[in-house]
């Protein structure tokens, strides 16, 4: 039986982030990914038990995410399994792209994913390589390809540093409505330690919006409740652009998220220093009215709202705990 579990705030659990692995096979800038035993990932069966509980707590809908997930074992059987048992009504992934081949494109769409997320920070390599990603940009490109060729739906995250790939926001949205795909434009995040954020790196989403406006007129569409995205049309027909304004416009309003990390360390804040250890009431011994008892609990004592807090102290944010690495709580 599924109950609609609303937060301390009135806020419901709408999205499962699971991550797969904390490891990538890139090193963005903003991002720093880590090392991870492979014997503290949780098994096929906790990962299924905890998409089944939270379905059961009202939420619709799973995002599997990392570090990079498709370094992952299991991405596929697992999609399969929450697809045939209908736990949620999406499933989705965020991916950067570089193992997304033909084949595998295809048994993940075979599989039942409903959608793909790629992440690709500039529109030429060179730009691509200043952010961290390597000699990407080409297999970035050709995983795009692939996605649409399956028919998987694709969107574009980027993730924009004032003084890193700013100027790549007018190409990457040419590029992007050149290939059919929805760009969302991320502003930088103060997430984690190790990548040395600082305001001042931050482009915002409404500056990002005015240099495409400059040569492409857009027209707001707004933001959906539980959405991060505000999106816009452009008004010439070439699709939309979104924007994720966490620093400026921050959504903790509406926040319906819940992140268990590759190794079953549950968050309610993607700011959290401190997460809730699910691996005990995951154990397959355990019934799952345990986990649904620890799960229930935490969100209901849910009362993060920490960019709103932020945004109101912008001048002088108060010290916080260490916060967990981007990587590690998968995005
Ligand atoms: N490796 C996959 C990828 O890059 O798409 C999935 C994991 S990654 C942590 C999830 C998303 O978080 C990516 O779109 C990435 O660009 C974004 N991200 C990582 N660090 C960020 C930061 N400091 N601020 C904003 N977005 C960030
Ligand atoms: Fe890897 Fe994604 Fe982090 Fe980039 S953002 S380092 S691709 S996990």
């Known amino acids: 039986m599924t109950t609609r579990t609303l937060d301390h705030l009135g806020r419901p659990l709408g999205v499962l982030r699971l991550s797969l692995t904390a490891r990538c096979n890139l090193a963005c800038r903003y991002c720093r990914p880590e ?3 492979p014997r503290t990932l949780l098994t096929h069966q906790q990962r299924l038990k905890l998409v089944g509980v939270a379905a059961q707590l009202g939420c619709r809908r799973l995002r599997l995410t990392g570090g990079e997930p498709l370094l992952a074992p299991g991405l596929v059987p697992l999609i ?19 193992l997304l081949d033909r084949p595998l ?4 769409k075979e599989a039942g994913l409903d959608r793909v997320t790629i992440s690709l920070d500039g529109a030429d390599p060179q730009a691509v390589l200043r952010m961290g990603g ?25 993730v924009v540093m004032a003084h890193g790939n700013g100027d790549q926001v007018v190409p990457m949205a040419r590029l992007c409505r050149k290939l059919g795909v929805e760009l969302r434009l991320i502003e930088y995040m103060d997430v984690g330690n190790r990548n040395g954020w600082r305001p001042q790196q931050v482009l915002t989403a409404a500056a ?3 240099r495409i406006a400059r040569r492409w007129s857009l027209q707001p569409v707004g933001r959906r409740p539980g959405s991060t995205a505000r999106r ?7 699709g939309f652009v979104s924007t994720i304004a966490s620093i400026s416009e921050p959504f903790c309003g509406d926040c319906n998220r819940l992140r268990v990390t590759a190794d079953g360390m549950a968050y309610t804040c993607l700011f959290a220093s401190q997460g809730k250890d ?6 397959p011994r355990q019934p799952d009215a345990v986990l649904m008892q620890q799960l229930g609990s935490l969100w209901r004592q849910r009362q993060d709202r920490y960019s709103e807090e932020r945004a109101s102290q912008q001048v002088n944010p108060a010290p916080r705990p260490r916060p967990v690495e981007m990587a590690y709580i998968g995005g």
């Open 35 to 37: 090392n991870q035993d």
């Open 80 to 98: 399969q399994a929450v697809k045939a048992l209908d736990l949620v009504e999406d499933v989705a992934l965020t991916s950067n792209g570089v």
């Open 105 to 108: 494109a295809r048994r993940l």
């Open 134 to 158: 390597g000699h990407s940009f080409t297999q970035v490109l050709a995983a795009i390809g692939h996605a649409q060729a399956v028919g998987l739906p694709v969107k574009i995250n980027m």
């Open 208 to 210: 990002m919006t005015a």
């Open 232 to 238: 816009w049309r452009y008004l010439d027909g070439g």
């Open 278 to 283: 699910l691996k005990p009431a995951l154990d």
